[in-house]
C-alpha cells in the first residue's frame, strides 16, 4: 500500500491551570505539498477528541492515513485510536520521539483525572508504543513494514513526519502569536 495523502494532528499549547476548550489543528498533505488545514476544539482533559477528529477527517478529501503525535490531546482527552480508524475508514499512525512512561500515565489517569478508568483502557487498548525508525509508534490497520514506509514518505525534516510537525507549529504560531523556536 503506497500512502501519498495524509493529515496530522496537534493540539495548541495552554497554560497548565487552563480549563475548557482547546484548538486542535489538523495539517493534510498531498505528497509534500500542504493541502489543507483544518481547526476544531476539544476540552482540556475531556471525551471528545475522538469524534472531533472524526469530524475534521471529513473535511478533507482523498486521505489515506492519519497521524497523531501521541494518544491524547489537550491534556488527557485520549483518542480512541480504534474507533477513529472504524469510523473514516483510515489507518491511523501514533508517533513519538520516546516511548512514554506507561506507570506514570495510568497513575495520573486513576488518581487525577476525571474519567481516567475509561481513559486508561482506551490507552490499553492502543497498546505499546514499539520503535519505528527513529520513532515509537502505535497503528491501527497497518502493518511495522507499512508504518516505516509512511514515515519515511512523510518525513521532510527531521524524525517527525510533516503533516504533524505542520500541525505543531500552525498550533503555536496561532497560540502564542509564533512558533519560533518550537520542538516539534
Known sequence: MKLSHAIGFDDAPFARDFR????????????ATLHAVVSGKVRRDGRNSTD???RLVGQTEHLQLIFLQGIAL????????HALSKATGLPVLVVA??????ENIRRALLEHVSGG????R???QAGEMEPCGDVFVQRVSLDLAQAE?????FSQTGQVPEPLRTAHLIAGGVARGSSAGQRV
Open 97 to 102: 520521539r520516546r516511548k512514554p512512561n506507561l
Open 52 to 54: 472531533e477528529l472524526i
Open 74 to 81: 489537550a491534556g488527557f482527552n485520549v483518542v480512541d485510536i
Open 20 to 31: 475548557g476548550d482547546v484548538r486542535v489543528f489538523g495539517a493534510a498533505y498531498a505528497g
Open 117 to 120: 478508568a475509561r481513559k486508561w
Open 149 to 153: 514506509a509512511a514515515l519515511r514518505t
Open 122 to 124: 482506551l490507552v490499553q
